[in-house]
């Protein structure tokens, strides 16, 4: 079928009276611009909403359906690969040893690929015939798996790889497995979608979703050593110590007071506890691969807020309140779990895997110290 044909399929199966699926298998390639909905009739806070991308810094494209992010209409599917313009859909992003679950999200880099297998199926709501994205695994690793969406911040939802075999759930964050669907775009196509496509016509599909010993795709990019969901290298703390710290050798944290922000201490993001779903701090997000604590602090400041704090080298959140629960305790065993270096400024710390480092704005004319820790 070529990709032209793809709008005109759906709009006729949608007036039919029920749901035949057609013979044959489908093109791995799909250079017809098209949206993504996601399918799980079960569960009506998901159902029948569209994937959004979220500018992370980088270059980098955030995944998520809900309020946050912005609505695309230019994905193409390229050797089972999702992609739009140099950016293409990875599996390798916030490991959460909770529910066993990682993120999917958009990227130039030559990180592991989520591959589909595109087919038939009906609509749950019309029976109507509609186009499919099944997965069939993440690159590189054994076949199987599903994709998932997870509660988020500000009600969305982020999509995420359940991997095979894993039974872990999060109780207080169930990631509600879904079926993603082709939406096709009419009038007319991308130019961004498609310069790096290889060609226009559909071909027989090169990926099995059957038993094979991996998943790989047809691309000649070199994966390098992911820096998503490694574990970071720990260092031995060049930081500045805070006037208000008596121990001896600096702690993993940078002081902020000359910038009127006083650190608080390591706080847990939504994964390292059970309280309830929602980020620690929810008001604005920042991301950069340039990131610095100045940056933050900077940032939140000029936008009114309280709090400021610094996660996966390069996050910056900012917020007026958060919970008793993420209250950070003032042990020195709790600064372990924030010891990435700054994406900008390897000499800095900026919070860990869901691990938060926390400043508050000190007080206008009064002191500015930070906390304590023994």
């Not at 095979?164 to 979608?193: A, E, F, M, Q």
């Not at 599909?205 to 059957?210: A, F, K, L, P, R």
């Not at 201490?265 to 920042?286: F, H, I």
Request: proline residues 7%; aromatic residues 8%; contains cysteine.
């Amino acid at each position: 079928m070529q990709p032209k044909l793809i709008s005109g399929v759906l709009t006729a199966a949608a007036v039919a009276s029920a749901c035949t699926i057609p013979g044959g298998t489908l093109s791995n390639t799909i250079l017809t611009p098209f949206r993504i909905q996601v399918q799980n009739a079960s569960y009506p806070q998901v159902h029948n909403l569209y994937m959004n991308l979220l500018a992370a810094g980088g270059g980098d494209q955030h995944l998520f359906i809900g309020p946050v992010g912005t609505p695309t209409y230019d994905l193409v599917l390229r050797s089972g690969v999702i992609g739009r313009g140099v950016l293409n859909a990875v599996i390798n992003g916030e490991y959460s040893d909770i529910d066993s679950t990682t993120k999917m999200f958009m990227t130039e880099r030559g990180d592991p690929r989520a591959i589909y297998a595109p087919a038939y199926g009906c609509n749950p709501d019309t029976d109507a015939l509609q186009i499919e994205l099944p997965l069939v695994g993440r690159q590189n690793d054994p076949p199987g798996g599903w994709i998932c969406v997870r509660p988020s911040f500000e009600n969305s939802h982020e999509f995420r790889y359940y991997p095979p075999g894993n039974t872990k759930v999060d109780p207080n964050r169930t990631c509600i497995k879904v079926t993603l669907v082709v939406i096709p775009v009419t009038g007319g196509t991308s130019s961004s979608s498609t310069s790096s496509a290889p060609s226009t016509t559909l071909s027989t599909s090169t990926i099995s979703s059957t038993k094979s010993s991996t998943v790989s795709t047809t691309s000649t990019t070199t994966s390098p050593s992911s820096t998503s969901s490694s574990t970071s290298t720990t260092r031995t703390s060049t930081s500045t110590t805070s006037s208000a710290t008596s121990t001896a050798t600096a702690l993993p944290y940078t002081d902020m007071t000359s910038q009127g922000f006083a650190f608080i201490g390591c706080a847990p993001e939504e994964r390292r506890v059970t309280d309830a779903p929602g980020r620690t701090l929810s008001g604005a997000l920042y991301a950069s691969d340039t990131l610095t604590s100045e940056i933050c602090m900077a940032f939140c400041a000029g936008r009114g807020y309280l709090y400021a704090g610094t996660e996966w080298r390069r996050e910056c959140w900012c917020g007026n309140s958060y919970a008793p629960t993420r209250q950070p305790a003032t042990t020195l065993a709790s600064l372990a779990n924030c010891n990435y270096p700054c994406a900008g400024n390897a000499a800095q710390y900026c919070g860990g895997d869901a691990w938060l480092s926390l400043y508050k704005k000190c007080d206008a004319g009064g002191p500015c110290v930070n906390a304590v820790f023994t």
